[in-house]
């Protein structure tokens, strides 16, 4: 196990709801990264957090937002959610930018 | 921009069979770091192999190898022996200094191995 927690597990919205997503990196890691993996692809970047600012961001809109705490764990929160945005939403920490080691996940169904 | 190709969708083979997997990769960076990822149905990617692109040496790690050619863009990674705990998705990324730590993933293969 990598040690990177992801809470929850998993989690049922209806569209135009909220949703936080949180994420403990591994002991000693500074860097969280945030990727969003639709059934049957490749996970996609979403943003990443280096030292509590936001450090990289792909191709998300703005309703994707994001925190990284003094203590490295970090937020994803995603606002009026949409049917697409159902997915497996994964947190990876790393020390700056190196190799990401990855949490559970945690499934997102949007009704 | 960055790209990676898994053409290899899925694959079958039967248990203590050697796998390769293909991975071909666009950058325009000249230092960058490919990778090799598993996912397993529970759904946690775990961490294979790291190579960065100044170093083309192939190694073996047990019963993992890999091949890297910058020549033609390739890092294909070979399962040998493949055993059924082997079954996954295994996905190759790509991470270059022009965009370092937003990692480029491939569309992933996936490996089914029978007893």
């Known amino acids: 196990e990598t040690g990177v927690t992801q809470s929850p597990t998993h989690l049922i919205k209806t569209r135009g709801q909220q949703v936080t997503l949180r994420c403990s990196s591994q002991s000693g890691h500074n860097t969280v990264s945030w990727y969003q993996q639709a059934l049957g692809q490749g996970p996609q970047f979403i943003f990443q957090y280096y030292r509590e600012e936001e450090n990289g961001r792909g191709n998300f809109p703005p309703r994707f937002s994001g925190l990284q705490f003094p203590n490295y764990s970090s937020e994803l929160n995603v606002n009026a959610l949409e049917l697409d945005d159902s997915a497996l939403y994964l947190c990876?920490?790393?020390?700056?930018?190196?190799?990401?080691?990855f949490g559970p996940g945690t499934r997102l169904l949007v009704l | 921009a960055q790209k990676v190709t898994q053409a290899q969708t899925e694959i079958s083979v039967v248990e203590k069979e050697d796998v390769t997997l293909d991975c071909v990769y666009e950058t325009r960076d000249t230092t960058y770091y490919l990778f090799w990822y598993k996912q397993p149905p529970s759904g946690e990617l775990v961490f294979l192999i790291r190579?960065?692109?100044?170093?083309?040496q192939n190694e073996i790690s047990g019963r993992y190898s890999w091949n890297f050619q910058k020549s033609t863009s390739s890092f294909n990674f070979t399962i040998t022996a493949s055993q059924v705990v082997d079954s996954a998705v295994y996905f190759c990324a790509l991470s270059g200094v022009g965009s370092w730590g937003k990692f480029q993933f491939g569309a992933g293969t996936q490996v089914v191995v029978t007893p």
């Open positions: 190579r960065n692109s100044f170093d083309e």
């Open positions: 990876a920490s790393s020390w700056d930018r190196g190799t990401q080691y």
